[in-house]
């Protein structure tokens, strides 16, 4: 029904930059809210920034200053921008949608099956 793809990981050295997307397909009807997400080896899945459809961003602590968060409504992606990275952002990064696919379904989660990114000291 609905694929997420993300792309845009990497390896990159501390202070360098990643660009991460994500393109949502499928018979969607419209997406709410678009986001990143981040699991590290042994550790919880944690939100990274997210995306309302007006454009209201949200942030974790780490992230705010370095990454921005954007999307095309049109295109149906999201993009995450990083920079000033650091090793402790090296994780799987996982996009989340939350859309529907008709006007009477209920919103929904739904994700990619994540990007690697690795960042070297």
């Known amino acids: 029904q609905v694929q997420l793809v993300e792309s845009g990981g990497g390896l990159v050295q501390a202070g360098g930059s990643l660009r991460l997307s994500c393109t949502a397909s499928?018979?969607?009807?419209?997406?709410?809210?678009m986001g990143w997400y981040r699991q590290a080896p042994g550790r919880q899945r944690d939100m990274v920034a997210t995306?309302?459809?007006?454009?209201?961003?949200t942030y974790t602590d780490s992230a705010k200053g370095r990454f921005t968060v954007f999307r095309d409504n049109a295109k149906k992606m999201v993009y995450l921008q990083m920079n000033s990275l650091k090793p402790e952002d090296t994780a799987v990064y996982y996009c989340?949608?939350?859309?529907?696919?008709?006007?009477?379904?209920?919103?929904?989660?739904?994700w990619g099956q994540g990007t690697q990114v690795t960042v070297s000291s």
């Open positions: 995306i309302t459809s007006d454009g209201i961003t």
């Open positions: 989340n949608a939350v859309l529907r696919f008709t006007t009477w379904g209920q919103f929904r989660g739904y």
């Open positions: 499928g018979s969607i009807l419209s997406i709410r809210d």
